[in-house]
C-alpha cells in the first residue's frame, strides 16, 4: 500500500507551520514533496518526521545529548536527574523548552536501544530513572487552588508513558493540574470520570511506536464522541499516527504548541 500523501495545508498542520512555510520549504528543496498532475504539492508523513526530528536535533549538540545520556543511563539516585533537569530550565528559561530538548534525548534512547547499543534493561532502566526525576520535579511545582484540570492517558495499546510526563511537567508550568490514568485505561472509564465534570481537556498520547493508523483513527472517534459529549477539549499527542486533522480535537505536535494552548486555556 502506497503511503498517504498530505496535502500542502495537512503538511503545514503536522509541522505547525504557515502554509505559505511549507510550500517555500518545498521549493527550496528543504521538504520533499511530488507534484501531481495538476501541479500542486504532496508530502509524505514519513518525510515530514524526518524532517521534524531533525530540526529539533539541530537544537541540541551531540555533546549535550551525550550529558543527557550519561545522566540518565548513570546507576544511582534520581536526585542526579532532577539536577540536571533544574540546570536545563535555568538554561532554556522555561520548562516547555526542557520537555522539548528531552524529546530528542528520547529519540536518542530509542535509536540506541533499536541498534543494539543498550540493552533492555538499560533502557528500562533509563526511561524509569528519568521518569522519577521528572515526577520529583513536577511535585515540587506550584499549584493553586482553582487551576483548571486535565486527565493524561495513552491510547490503547500503547505502554510509553514518558511522552505524557513531559506533557505534566508543561501542564504545571502552564497552571494546570493533571489527573494521571496512564496506560491501559479503558475508554468507557473515560466517559464516566468526565462525567463528575471538573476536567477540562483529555490529553492522549501515542508514542512512535504506535503506526496503526486505523486503529488510532477509531479511537480518536470514540474519544472525539466522549469529549464532546462532555464539552471537554481534547489534545492528541506524540509521535504515533493520529489523524492528521480530527473533527472535534486538535492534534499537537510540539511542546511549544503545547504550551501556547495550555498557557491560553489555563488563563484566570
Known amino acids: 500500500m502506497n503511503e498517504e500523501r498530505l496535502t500542502s495545508a495537512d503538511a503545514a498542520e503536522f509541522l505547525n507551520v504557515g502554509v505559505s512555510t511549507i510550500k517555500r520549504w518545498a521549493d527550496e528543496g528543504i521538504v520533499p514533496c511530488v507534484r501531481t ?17 531533525r530540526a529539533l536535533s539541530l537544537n541540541l549538540s551531540q555533546a549535550e545529548t551525550n550529558r543527557w545520556m550519561d545522566t540518565v543511563l548513570a546507576r544511582g539516585s534520581a536526585h542526579e536527574v532532577v539536577s540536571a533537569l533544574h540546570s536545563a530550565r535555568h538554561r532554556l528559561g522555561a520548562w516547555w523548552r526542557v520537555a522539548r530538548e528531552l524529546g530528542v534525548v528520547l529519540t536518542e534512547l530509542g535509536r540506541r536501544w533499536s541498534e543494539g547499543e543498550l540493552t533492555v534493561v538499560q533502557e ?22 482553582e487551576a483548571p484540570h486535565m486527565i493524561l492517558l495513552t491510547a490503547e495499546g500503547d505502554e510509553h508513558t514518558l511522552g505524557l510526563s513531559l506533557v505534566e511537567l508543561c501542564a504545571r508550568e502552564a497552571g494546570w493540574m ?20 471538573d476536567i477540562e481537556l ?6 512512535p511506536f504506535a503506526q496503526n493508523a486505523e486503529s488510532l483513527a477509531e479511537q480518536c472517534a470514540r474519544l472525539e464522541a466522549i469529549t464532546e459529549a462532555h ?12 489523524p492528521n486533522l480530527p473533527k472535534h480535537g486538535m492534534r499537537i505536535r510540539s511542546f511549544e504548541a503545547l504550551n501556547r494552548l495550555l498557557s491560553q486555556a489555563g488563563e484566570p
Open 231 to 242: 464539552g471537554v477539549t481534547l489534545v492528541l499527542g506524540g509521535g504515533g499516527s493520529w
Open 124 to 145: 528500562h532502566s533509563a526511561s524509569e530513572r528519568l521518569t522519577r526525576g521528572l515526577n520529583m520535579v513536577i511535585e515540587s511545582l506550584p499549584s493553586r487552588p
Open 178 to 197: 493533571s489527573q494521571w490514568s496512564g496506560r491501559g485505561t479503558p475508554f468507557e472509564e473515560l466517559d464516566l470520570l468526565l462525567s463528575a465534570g
Open 202 to 207: 483529555v490529553g492522549v498520547s501515542a508514542s
Open 37 to 53: 498532475a495538476g501541479g500542486h504539492r504532496r508530502f509524505e508523513r514519513s518525510a515530514l518526521i524526518e524532517h521534524s526530528a
